[in-house]
């Protein structure tokens, strides 16, 4: 939080033209060490109150609730985080997501929600949240955030701020579970907090204890966090790794038998050249990073290693599936129907959303809404014909992957041509053209590799469209947009504090906003 510092303005050095000046001037010297040391001493004080005062105590989570009604958070993450998340008071998380519109009121929705499915979420008279409860709402569709307490557990509108602007940068990269973290951690360190922790104690010590107490427990708060968010990109990479190494063996025996004079049974080859390689130098970085003190993992150089260890560890874990999917399909050897499964999952996921795409698009023309609907009926079609020439023989395994690969570069052409559409119909301005297309470029572009897909591993990323990845870009654009035309209509804006209509008298602690 910004803080308030007081500067000491000096004039112009004045002469000495008497004695009595030099006196003075001495006098003034001897007043600003008397107060140096006032001040010192005082100093001291609240360290001596919080050496008497009793340990504050750390507790995880008492449960952890997931309402995910969007679709969005990652549970082993977000179950994994929160284990690392300390109260001082045993406290219930709920993390609750659902997709909406942002004119639309987020606490009002939170409220409706735990009336109608959860009533233990509210105090026994209906009017508060229940006591040890604490909310973190989520609404990555109309952009708003909220962050609810109980009755014990509320803090001020200033720190439910706080916390939801912890969560900000994560909102605006689409990490949804991190931004239910974040936020989490900021309130765990609020809610409850002891009279000794509260950086307003420090205020009797002077201005110089205000200052250094800030900026000391800012940096320790930044340290913790960046460590723990370290130690969890470890732990990823570690899992990775160690998949990587179970099946070494397999994948190195997969690799020998690749069909190398199929078209793509060598491009895969190709990739994995390099494998035993980068498997050397991820086992070698393994060793060292485990080795790293757990207290220097927030250092930068540990962190961005960390961050390319893992981004190398799960490649290859991703490469390894793909290794043998490619070698069961090829050679068509005993579970191969599963192995075309695994290539032909990406397409059908993508089938299914086209009807969310499509759907509510007023202000787009039929013409330009026909391609898109009736690509799903032909492409399911083309799908149950290349399976089915593959049963049969009629088809080889490299002509199936051909067939499937025509029809996913026929998708990113149609999301493609729907794009421009979208953004012709909804951007008023050339800025707002370029936010809508650079969201659309970087999902694309961050579009996760499908574990066993051989398209996946033989094309650089980015290279398909998926549905999800432009619902996510686009819907990721609008809202930024819709932010920016609110910004400029508006100097400020504020937080939601209302329960809308339906609220009633209810006047539980929280508050929402946008991001």
Do not use: C
């Not at 900000?168 to 409850?192: C, H, I, K, R, Y």
């Not at 800012?218 to 990823?236: C, I």
Request: hydrophobic share 35%; charged share 25%.
């Amino acid at each position: 939080m910004p803080t308030d510092t007081a500067h000491i303005r000096t004039g112009p050095r004045a002469t000495p033209r008497s004695r009595t000046a030099a006196g003075a001037a001495t006098r003034v010297t001897g007043w600003v060490a008397a107060l140096g040391l006032a001040l010192g001493l005082l100093a001291t004080v609240p360290a001596a109150l919080v050496m008497g005062a009793s340990p504050a105590q750390a507790d995880q989570a008492e449960e952890v609730i997931l309402e995910d009604g969007a679709g969005i958070i990652h549970e082993p993450t977000l179950r994994e985080g929160l284990d690392g998340i300390s109260f001082y008071e045993p406290t219930t998380v709920v993390v609750w997501t659902q997709r909406g519109e942002a004119e639309s009121n987020l606490n009002e929705r939170v409220l409706a929600d735990a009336r109608e499915n959860h009533p233990e979420w509210i105090s026994d008279d209906g009017q508060k949240w229940a006591d040890g409860l604490f909310i973190y709402a989520l609404d990555p569709e109309g952009r708003l955030q909220g962050v609810y307490f109980g009755e014990d557990r509320k803090v001020s509108l200033e720190l439910q701020e706080d916390i939801r602007d912890a969560a900000f940068d994560s909102l605006q990269e689409a990490n949804w579970t991190q931004a239910a973290l974040d936020a989490t951690e900021a309130a765990g360190a609020v809610m409850n907090r002891p009279w000794y922790r509260h950086p307003g104690l420090w205020v009797g010590g002077g201005v110089l204890v205000v200052i250094g107490g800030i900026v000391g427990g800012v940096s320790v708060a930044s340290r913790n966090t960046r460590r723990q968010k370290a130690q969890a990109e470890l732990d990823r990479g570690n899992r990775a790794f160690a998949n990587v190494s179970t099946d070494l063996e397999a994948t190195e025996l997969n690799a020998h038998t690749v069909p190398d004079d199929s078209t793509y049974g060598a491009m895969v080859l190709e990739r994995y050249r390099t494998f035993h390689e980068r498997y050397l130098e991820a086992a070698r970085e393994n060793d060292r990073l485990s080795g790293l003190p757990a207290k220097k993992l927030h250092r930068k150089e540990h962190r961005q290693a960390i961050t390319a260890y893992t981004k190398q560890t799960e490649e290859l874990d991703q490469l390894d599936d793909t290794v043998g999917s490619t070698n069961t399909l090829l050679n068509k050897y005993p579970g191969w129907p599963e192995a075309w499964d695994l290539q032909t999952a990406p397409m059908r996921e993508d089938l299914e959303q086209i009807g969310e795409l499509v759907t509510g698009q007023s202000q787009l023309t039929a013409v330009q809404l026909t391609p898109l609907r009736s690509f799903r009926p032909e492409a399911e079609r083309e799908l149950e014909r290349l399976g089915a020439g593959l049963e049969t023989g009629q088809l080889s395994p490299d002509e199936a992957l051909d067939g499937l690969d025509a029809l996913r570069i026929r998708l990113t052409g149609l999301l493609d041509d729907y794009a421009k559409a979208q953004i012709n119909a909804f951007a008023t301005s050339d800025a707002e053209r370029q936010t809508l297309q650079g969201e659309l470029d970087r999902e694309r572009n961050r579009a996760s590799h499908r574990p066993g897909s051989i398209l996946d591993t033989v094309h650089q990323p980015g290279w398909f469209w998926t549905a999800t990845a432009f619902h996510l870009g686009y819907s990721s654009g609008q809202s930024h947009v819709v932010t920016a035309r609110e910004q400029a209509e508006a100097s400020s804006s504020s937080s939601s504090t209302g329960y809308g209509s339906s609220g009633g008298s209810f006047s539980g602690a929280g508050s929402s906003s946008s991001f």
